[in-house]
């Protein structure tokens, strides 16, 4: 598909920004322009029209003026000012489109005043009649802008772009796609929100913790996770619990009202999550260890409610009353190695939920069920599980978001027979023959090498299995 000339494009742009400023109206870059902005750094070449957005339809005739001012002529019109009104302004080859937002939302064809939602509207044609398809949007995604250098121009563009890109294209944004069907591919628009919707007259039920289960490994630890069972039952009581168990030992009849799943001896974490996740039946699925205890303070419905932007969100922890995370992401250098960096970048914040995009964060997990079940652990992995997971995820693209406000509190008790299964070198070979990496550094400075020695190590053990 043939875009806009690239120089005629920005002209177009810079003038077209200049002239919504002049009017002083709260407006914003949008859309493709956005996507563009945000993801490409530059229009983009395939894009067939600059896009901005306007609160304030009620000021459209200035608008047009403005536009018109600076060379536009008024292509097309959409809508009314009172509902989903859009204007198109042409100057040679080049399309402006210009949409206008409004308070509370649009649901089955009824104006609904919410104060948490803003919808945008769109038109097409079918059978002869004018349709409106409503994008809804949360509020505080364009309730304020900031300003950004882009092609010359100083453009306003919303406070959290990435958010904004989120909710208009879905979490893989960064995805390019061939085909796109504005009338039904963006993720804002919602049946409850389509003319041609054909269900149910009312909003269907809203996600809750009742569609959740809580999926518990545990080791040769049963106070423990006796304990991390009680704090589910007390704090988010209406949520299923499955303890996947491989100890030896059958502790079933200390956790009363507990799907409880017992495994050969030492079958390995990644085994055991892999098997309790199998067994459960509600959508969502929510992982934690063992040691792990929650509270009010765990704020799992804002990790449910994150799965909107990402297809895994990870938790916080403090232990020993402080704040301990381990989220971040990966770098690769030349050399063969992996490095593990503390993610420093910044925070979005979404229907008051703080969120940052990472590449790997703690135990303290929130899926969907079926996304556990196409991304299952390594099995061959009894160490070394954690690592190779978040690296296969990011190999995947999967949307790995870190909640920092999520937070469980963490009190380990390590016996010598535990720290003598989680510390297995066989695995950590396997792991790093599997990746091909010559060290792995992690962000606390401790460096782990890959020698020539550990090859014939491994080849011993490989053989020993054989």
């Given at each position: 598909?043939?875009?806009?000339?690239?120089?005629a494009?920005?002209r177009?742009?810079?003038?077209?920004n200049?002239?919504l400023?002049?009017?002083?109206?709260?407006?914003?870059a949008d859309?493709?322009?956005?996507?563009?902005?945000?993801?490409?750094?530059?229009?983009?070449?395939?894009?067939?029209?600059?896009?901005?957005?306007?609160?304030?339809?009620?000021?459209?005739?200035?608008?047009?003026?403005?536009?018109?001012?600076?060379?536009?002529?008024?292509?097309h019109?959409?809508?009314?000012?009172?509902?989903?009104?859009?204007?198109?302004?042409?100057?040679?080859?080049?399309?402006?489109?210009?949409?206008?937002?409004?308070?509370?939302?649009?649901?089955?064809?009824?104006l609904?005043?919410?104060?948490?939602?803003?919808?945008?509207?769109s038109?097409?044609?079918?059978?002869?009649q004018?349709?409106?398809?409503?994008?809804?949007?949360d509020?505080?995604?364009?309730?304020?802008?900031?300003?950004?250098?882009f092609?010359?121009?100083?453009?306003?563009?919303p406070?959290?772009?990435?958010?904004?890109?989120?909710?208009?294209?879905?979490?893989?944004?960064?995805?390019?796609?061939?085909?796109?069907d504005?009338?039904?591919?963006?993720?804002?628009?919602?049946?409850?929100?389509?003319?041609?919707?054909?269900?149910?007259?009312?909003?269907?039920?809203?996600?809750?913790?009742?569609?959740?289960?809580a999926?518990?490994?545990?080791?040769?630890?049963?106070?423990?996770?006796?304990?991390?069972?009680?704090?589910?039952?007390?704090?988010?009581p209406?949520?299923?619990i499955?303890?996947?168990?491989?100890?030896g030992?059958?502790?079933s009849?200390?956790?009363?009202?507990?799907?409880?799943?017992?495994?050969?001896?030492?079958?390995?974490?990644?085994?055991?999550?892999?098997?309790?996740?199998?067994?459960?039946?509600?959508?969502?699925?929510?992982?934690?260890?063992?040691d792990?205890i929650?509270?009010?303070?765990?704020?799992?419905?804002?990790?449910?409610?994150?799965?909107?932007?990402?297809?895994?969100?990870?938790?916080?922890?403090?232990?020993?009353r402080?704040?301990?995370?381990?989220?971040?992401?990966?770098e690769?250098?030349?050399?063969?190695?992996?490095?593990?960096?503390?993610?420093?970048?910044p925070?979005?914040?979404?229907a008051?939920?703080?969120?940052?995009?990472?590449d790997?964060?703690?135990?303290?997990?929130?899926?969907?069920?079926?996304?556990?079940?196409?991304?299952?652990?390594?099995?061959e992995?009894?160490?070394?599980?954690?690592?190779d997971?978040?690296?296969?995820?990011?190999?995947?693209?999967?949307?790995?978001?870190?909640?920092?406000?999520?937070?469980?509190?963490?009190?380990?008790?390590?016996?010598?027979?535990?720290?003598?299964?989680?510390?297995?070198?066989?695995?950590r070979?396997?792991?790093f023959?599997k990746?091909?990496?010559?060290?792995?550094?992690?962000?606390?400075?401790?460096?782990?090498?890959?020698?020539?020695s550990?090859?014939?190590?491994?080849d011993?053990?490989?053989?020993?299995?054989?």
């Amino acid at each position: 598909m043939n875009g806009m000339d690239p120089k005629a494009a920005i002209r177009a742009f810079q003038e077209a920004n200049d002239a919504l400023g002049s009017v002083g109206v709260k407006y914003w870059a949008d859309c493709g322009t956005l996507l563009g902005m945000v993801r490409d750094k530059r229009i983009m070449r395939h894009d067939l029209d600059i896009d901005f957005s306007c609160w304030q339809p009620e000021r459209h005739e200035e608008i047009q003026a403005a536009m018109e001012a600076a060379g536009f002529h008024l292509h097309h019109t959409y809508g009314t000012p009172e509902r989903g009104f859009e204007q198109a302004f042409k100057r040679g080859s080049i399309k402006v489109d210009i949409f206008y937002f409004y308070p509370g939302t649009v649901r089955f064809g009824e104006l609904v005043d919410d104060p948490a939602l803003c919808w945008q509207g769109s038109w097409y044609r079918k059978k002869g009649q004018w349709k409106l398809i409503v994008s809804e949007f949360d509020r505080s995604l364009v309730a304020r802008q900031r300003r950004r250098t882009f092609n010359g121009a100083i453009v306003p563009v919303p406070v959290q772009p990435i958010p904004m890109l989120v909710a208009r294209y879905g979490p893989k944004w960064r995805q390019r796609v061939l085909k796109w069907d504005w009338k039904r591919d963006p993720f804002c628009i919602t049946p409850e929100t389509h003319p041609d919707y054909t269900g149910p007259s009312v909003p269907p039920k809203k996600v809750s913790l009742e569609d959740v289960t809580a999926v518990i490994k545990t080791f040769m630890r049963p106070e423990l996770v006796v304990r991390a069972v009680e704090s589910v039952k007390q704090t988010y009581p209406e949520m299923e619990i499955i303890v996947v168990d491989d100890s030896g030992v059958d502790i079933s009849e200390r956790l009363p009202g507990v799907r409880y799943l017992e495994l050969p001896y030492d079958s390995g974490l990644s085994a055991g999550r892999n098997e309790g996740v199998k067994e459960v039946t509600t959508p969502y699925t929510f992982i934690m260890d063992d040691d792990m205890i929650l509270s009010a303070r765990s704020r799992l419905p804002d990790m449910l409610k994150l799965l909107e932007y990402g297809d895994l969100i990870c938790g916080s922890m403090t232990m020993n009353r402080r704040v301990v995370n381990w989220e971040g992401t990966y770098e690769f250098p030349e050399d063969g190695g992996l490095h593990l960096v503390k993610y420093r970048g910044p925070t979005y914040k979404t229907a008051g939920i703080r969120w940052a995009q990472v590449d790997f964060g703690l135990n303290i997990l929130m899926g969907r069920t079926e996304f556990f079940h196409e991304h299952q652990w390594d099995e061959e992995l009894k160490t070394s599980e954690h690592t190779d997971y978040f690296l296969r995820l990011r190999e995947a693209g999967a949307e790995v978001l870190f909640a920092p406000g999520c937070i469980v509190e963490h009190k380990p008790q390590r016996t010598p027979a535990y720290r003598r299964m989680r510390r297995r070198p066989e695995f950590r070979l396997r792991f790093f023959a599997k990746h091909g990496f010559t060290y792995h550094l992690g962000y606390s400075g401790h460096k782990d090498v890959w020698k020539p020695s550990d090859q014939a190590a491994l080849d011993a053990l490989l053989k020993e299995s054989a």
